[in-house]
């Protein structure tokens, strides 16, 4: 009975620790899942694994069904990412519960990603944010350009 009561304190607990959650406060611990999600490697990576891995093209124009890839699929997709950051950012995405880690025992070992039922809520709007950021470069390069003339 005493196990049940201690159960229940800490859901309500939880619950009202979730209720309290406001980024805008200093110590809040969303602002920390808020730094890691913001991250452009943590964007690509959710985007990637989310399906819209084809470089170059709108996120909607080509958005395909969440799938595995490999660690070495992850890397020559994401051109520019050293292995020490993908390493990082693939685990600190496990940790946090938004993708899984298969480890297949093969010669050499397969290790494959994917994305949890977590992550792919995450990465709606992580597509959102990918694609908003490839429609408009164009239009914030040119604003860029506009200012430094200014100040020059």
Excluded at 4 to 24: G, M
Excluded at 83 to 99: A, F, P, V
Excluded at 106 to 132: A, C, F, I, K, Q
Aim: proline fraction near 4%; glycine fraction near 6%.
């Amino acid at each position: 009975m005493t196990t049940t009561k201690a159960a229940q304190k800490r859901a309500q607990k939880r619950a009202q620790a979730k209720v309290e959650y406001n980024a805008f406060l200093e110590g809040c611990p969303s602002r920390q899942l808020l730094d890691r999600i913001s991250d452009k490697w943590v964007v690509l990576i959710l985007c990637a694994l989310g399906g819209d891995n084809k470089p170059g093209q709108p996120a909607a124009a080509h958005a395909d069904a969440p799938k595995a890839m490999r660690y070495s699929e992850i890397s020559r997709l994401l051109a520019g990412v050293s292995q020490k950051m993908l390493t990082q950012t693939l685990r600190s995405l496990e940790h946090d519960g938004l993708l899984t880690r298969t480890v297949t025992p093969t010669v050499p070992v397969t290790v494959s990603y994917e994305l949890t039922d977590l992550g792919r809520s995450l990465h709606h709007m992580t597509r959102g944010l990918r694609n908003w950021a490839q429609t408009h470069m164009a239009e914030v390069i040119a604003n860029r350009e506009k200012s430094d003339a200014r100040t020059s």
